[in-house]
């Protein structure tokens, strides 16, 4: 089994910051690209942000220069700094890995999501 445990959400105003974290545990031997989606209510789940084992980071055009996302690879941790929030920006957030498990067979996890609420 493979866990991923979110923090970090809550309610913020318009251009306010807040900083997701998810933490990654069980059996997973090597993980390769770390990210974070979005859903809002009565919309498809999207992808915000996106890095891989090296360090090379991917964003959606609409988070683009007021979202951060960093890893730290000795606490299985990915992190999301949201800046300049917008009332858009509200959505259930989830994190998700792809890796490899102990077993030699592949792994796509998710979190459980954490709640994302701007405010105007």
């Known amino acids: 089994q493979v866990q991923l445990v979110e923090s970090g959400g809550g309610l913020v105003q318009a251009g306010g910051s807040l900083r997701l974290s998810c933490a990654v545990s069980g059996s997973i031997f090597r993980i390769n690209a770390m990210g974070w989606y979005r859903q809002a209510p009565g919309k498809q789940r999207e992808l915000v942000a996106t890095?891989?084992?090296?360090?090379?980071?991917n964003y959606a055009d609409s988070v683009k220069g007021r979202f951060t996302i960093s890893r730290d690879n000795a606490k299985n941790t990915v992190y999301l700094q949201m800046n300049s929030l917008k009332p858009e920006d509200t959505a259930v957030y989830y994190c998700n890995i792809e890796g490899v498990r102990f077993s030699g067979t592949r792994s796509n996890s998710w979190g459980q999501g954490t709640q994302v609420t701007v405010s105007s």
């Open positions: 890095i891989t084992s090296g360090g090379s980071t």
